[in-house]
């Protein structure tokens, strides 16, 4: 039976680490977080990102716009966060409405405000190995558990099943930096069941539920599993058949309480690391 590595009590360690820091600081960390629209699951997001911000004494400030709102307004709210020295950190929930071009809207964010590391000068230094100044939430988040599980990177083959510009790529580069062997599989791949099972580490981010099935499994592989896939009935289902992956994997994240919580442990830190910089 797999060990679980459990997100959720390092996100709250992490969470209360950051808690004591930002308590001895005169000004405290500001995060702001965009949200254009009405998608339920970004709310919910978007809510548990303030909260824990709060909850770790930063500053923190959700600004709600309007689905109908066209590019160049979207663009001008974020120049004026750029320009105002009290935000330290500013994040544009994903996705945003098809009518506005999502890669501009994140290019218009400043680098050093880039809290989610999505901006391509934050991507730029990832993929060749410079320090960037806040590195993607998610893969870094995914880092931190396995090197808090003390699993070893280098020379292992890591497959990754999904290559979005916010977990699958960031977190190619992020392994290849640490000396793993990796391989990165989307839509198109063929033979992905027989590339999984070659896999020392295998993460699913494809958002597709119990996707991945024990038989593409190698014994004690470690499978992060990045899915959050709400049900019907309200229940979460990663992308890993969790049942099943856990007889064979030697570790395995569960949903919920695997990748989830480090995602937002890590947009704490990379607010805290920004505001650090901004006040030197
Ligand atoms: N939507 C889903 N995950 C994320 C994330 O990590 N950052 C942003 N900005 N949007 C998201």
């Not at 992020?174 to 590339?195: D, F, G």
Request: glycine residues 6%; contains cysteine; hydrophobic residues 40%.
């Amino acid at each position: 039976m797999a060990v679980l590595i459990k997100g959720k009590d390092l996100s709250a360690k992490i969470v209360e680490k950051i808690r004591q820091e930002v308590l001895n600081q005169e000004r405290k960390p500001t995060l702001v977080v965009i949200i254009v629209g009405n998608n339920p699951a970004s709310r919910i997001y978007v809510s548990k990102k303030k909260h824990t911000a709060e909850l770790a004494g930063f500053n923190s400030r959700v600004i709600e716009l309007e689905e109908s709102i066209n590019q160049e307004d979207l663009e001008k709210q974020i120049e004026i966060l750029n320009l105002d020295t009290n935000v330290n950190g500013i994040l544009v929930q994903l996705p945003l409405p098809k009518h506005i071009n999502a890669y501009a809207i994140i290019e218009k964010i400043l680098p050093q405000k880039d809290v989610d590391g999505l901006h391509p000068v934050n991507i730029g230094r990832l993929a060749i190995g410079l320090k960037p100044y806040a590195i993607s939430c998610t893969p870094y988040g995914i880092i931190k558990l396995l090197e808090e599980n003390n699993i070893e990177i280098e020379g292992k083959h890591a497959v990754i099943i999904g290559r979005s510009n916010i977990v699958g790529k960031p977190l190619s580069y992020l392994l290849l930096n640490r000396n793993a062997t990796v391989t990165v599989c989307h839509s198109k791949t063929k033979n992905l069941p027989e590339i999984a099972s070659q896999a020392d580490i295998l993460v699913a981010a494809v958002g597709i539920p119990k996707f991945v099935k024990a038989d593409w499994i190698k014994e004690e592989a470690v499978v992060i599993d990045v899915g959050i896939n709400r049900m019907e009935d309200g229940k979460l289902l990663g992308d890993v058949d969790f049942e099943e992956v856990e007889k064979k994997a030697g570790y395995i994240t569960p949903v919920p309480g695997g990748v989830g919580p480090m995602t937002i442990a890590m947009l704490l830190s990379n607010t805290l690391e920004l505001f650090k910089l901004q006040n030197l």
